[in-house]
């Protein structure tokens, strides 16, 4: 996968649009985005990337290094690969800067919701990084046979791939992760805003992990207006949020793809 470099972006002015869309979302507008279905899985379908189950081929221009990825869409959503994920990969490829990592001898990553792993798997190859895979039990399996199908070239680079049972809100799992490990650098995650009642467990395991300078990188698409709203709401009373990158509208669509920053909000004194 390749993306040309594209022109930076004015982060105060793309936050002040977005803060007016939210508001005008909360002021009743549609809760579906006009041109997709009210079904939420249909919705999502929608904008899911290729049509049949079998393997992705992603290539990474900045390593010449080639990410292979099993997608079974018959399973559920958690199965496939989305454009937010798609985002993120181009460019962590292109201009990682721009997502203001680190500068670690191995950064450590955990990735949320982590599906078929393409972003954590590429960004272990990218960044030499040392990633945890997360997800729910039944998604565990095929994310597993992922990451092991591409853990030559992870190691090549220097990376390392752990996948581990992370059900958000869910304490104990939060806990089984930082239970005498160092702490994460970065979490990320693609396309995790989409069911309402998972906004509020997602938020709970954030703030376990999105202390001190760790980050949270997180690739969207919006697709309901009023639900994403509400999370970003939730979100900013407890984070600083900013863009740091946007992609062009899909082919259809009004919105295109959105990278936003979280960081803990600074206590006052």
Request: proline residues 4%; glycine residues 6%; hydrophobic residues 45%.
């Amino acid at each position: 996968m390749t993306t040309e470099d594209k022109p930076e972006v004015d982060l105060r002015l793309l936050s002040s649009l977005l803060d007016e869309e939210e508001e005008e979302e909360e002021e009743g507008k549609e809760e579906v985005e006009k041109g997709l279905p009210a079904d939420d899985e249909a919705a999502m379908l929608d904008v899911a990337e290729g049509g049949e189950n079998g393997d992705q081929r992603y290539h990474l221009t900045s390593i010449q290094s080639t990410v292979v990825i099993r997608q079974i869409r018959s399973q559920g959503l958690s199965f496939q690969l989305w454009p937010a994920a798609s985002s993120l990969v181009s460019l962590l490829d292109s201009r990682p800067s721009a997502l203001l990592l680190p500068a670690t001898s191995q950064i450590r990553i955990l990735e949320l919701g982590s599906g078929t792993g393409l972003v954590g798997i590429a960004a272990a190859a990218i960044l030499g990084a040392s990633i945890t895979l997360t997800d729910l039990p039944h998604v565990l399996p095929n994310l597993r046979f992922n990451a092991e199908s591409n853990a030559a070239a992870v190691a090549a680079r220097g990376g390392s791939l752990d996948v581990r049972q992370l059900r958000w809100g869910e304490d104990e799992d939060a806990a089984a992760l930082v239970d005498g490990e160092p702490a994460f650098d970065v979490v990320v995650a693609s396309d995790v805003v989409y069911y309402e009642h998972l906004i509020d467990p997602l938020l709970r395991t954030l703030r376990v992990f999105v202390t001190g300078e760790a980050a949270f990188v997180m690739a969207h698409l919006r697709r309901w207006k009023k639900r994403d709203s509400v999370f970003f709401r939730k979100a900013r009373k407890l984070f600083d949020v900013a863009v740091v990158h946007t992609d062009p509208p899909l082919p259809g669509k009004r919105v295109g793809v959105a990278i936003y920053r979280f960081t803990a909000k600074r206590k006052l004194f």
